[in-house]
């Protein structure tokens, strides 16, 4: 029986997509070349295995003359840019409303977790949150799922995990979660779990 349901928040809560969050800061021209260079090894970034203002200042030097005022101004508010997706707002008014704890385990830098505030509208009903950064540990790995069962004092066997990647779902249902790759469609996820809830 699924009492719990755990978000991610890249493309699951709100909207990641550097291209998007890019276009805030450079021109068409210089697009490619700016995301290339500041998306670099952002897993590294997520896993908390570089800290945040070496990865900037390393960033930062690679860019060209012209873009490096864009790449400093990108570090500071990149967050600002991940527009809250209406479906999955729809879905947690949904579990909610069935009385399900909702929580959040998401691959993500310490400094998104310090900016989390940032996104209340979209994470005011969820119970705890656990973010990779931190940690220095990431999905896919199974420790960071142990750990926010641990966390969260949940069983996996009832908890359903969203997440937009195939291969965090994969190393999720591993430990014994349910899990669904979440396309940002609420119905799918519905019907999922009026057949198996």
């Given at each position: ?120 509208e ?5 119970e ?66 009026a057949?198996?809830?």
């Amino acid at each position: 029986m699924i009492k719990n349901i755990v978000f991610d928040f890249g493309n699951v809560i709100g909207k990641f997509d550097p291209d998007y969050i890019c276009g805030f800061y450079c021109d068409k021209e210089n697009l490619e070349t700016f995301k290339d260079i500041i998306f670099d090894k952002w897993a590294d970034l997520d896993a908390g295995y570089i800290e945040y203002d070496d990865f900037k200042n390393e960033k930062i030097d690679r860019l060209p003359e012209n873009l490096k005022d864009a790449g400093e101004n990108f570090f500071k508010d990149w967050y600002t840019h991940m527009p809250l997706l209406e479906e999955t707002k729809e879905l947690v008014r949904y579990f909610k409303a069935k009385g399900m704890r909702l929580f959040l385990l998401s691959n993500a830098p310490q400094f998104f977790a310090d900016h989390i505030d940032h996104f209340k509208e979209g994470v005011e009903s969820l119970e705890d949150m656990v973010f990779s950064g931190p940690l220095k540990m990431a999905k896919p790995d199974k420790e960071i799922y142990l750990y926010a069962m641990k966390k969260f004092n949940t069983k996996p066997e009832e908890c359903l995990f969203l997440d937009d990647k195939a291969e965090n779902v994969t190393a999720a249902r591993l430990i014994g979660m349910n899990a669904l790759v979440y396309k940002g469609e609420a119905q799918p996820v519905k019907e999922w779990y009026a057949v198996f809830g």
